[in-house]
């Protein structure tokens, strides 16, 4: 199996950034889709953004595209997310998580097609 560990969430003034991190064990990271989501309380968890194996594709929800960026570098089995202009409203838990794929270019943005979750990690914006 997958295991997966998120760092790098904290509080924030509105307007400030943040770099999530999520570090992958138990098989090789470049044959895994990876995507990050959150989940605020009472609410459903969302797709933020995903990369494809290899980094070639990106995908990201329209509330985050312009400020989030996802990156990863296979060589240290780690996947980012660099977090700009954050808003009250993208307080939430953030996780990242993992699909296995032979594909190179395919972006997974659905809950139900990712494999393995990390615990989480919080992010608190005030305004």
């Known amino acids: 199996q997958v295991q997966l560990v998120e760092s790098g969430g904290g509080l924030v003034q509105a307007g400030g950034s943040l770099r999530l991190s999520c570090a992958t064990s138990?098989?090789?990271?470049?044959?895994?889709?990876m995507g990050w989501f959150r989940q605020a309380p009472g609410k459903e968890r969302e797709f933020v953004a995903a990369?494809?194996?290899?980094?070639?594709?990106?995908d990201y929800a329209d509330s985050v595209r312009g400020r989030f960026t996802i990156s990863r570098d296979d060589a240290k089995n780690t996947m980012y997310l660099q977090m700009n202009s954050l808003k009250p409203e993208d307080t939430a838990a953030y996780y990242c998580?993992?699909?296995?794929?032979?594909?190179?270019?395919?972006?997974?943005?659905?809950?139900?097609?990712?494999?393995?979750w990390g615990q989480g990690t919080q992010v608190t914006v005030s305004s």
């Open positions: 998580a993992t699909k296995p794929t032979p594909g190179f270019y395919y972006v997974p943005i659905q809950k139900s097609e990712y494999a393995y």
């Open positions: 138990g098989r090789t990271s470049s044959t895994l889709s």
């Open positions: 990369i494809s194996r290899s980094g070639v594709s990106t």
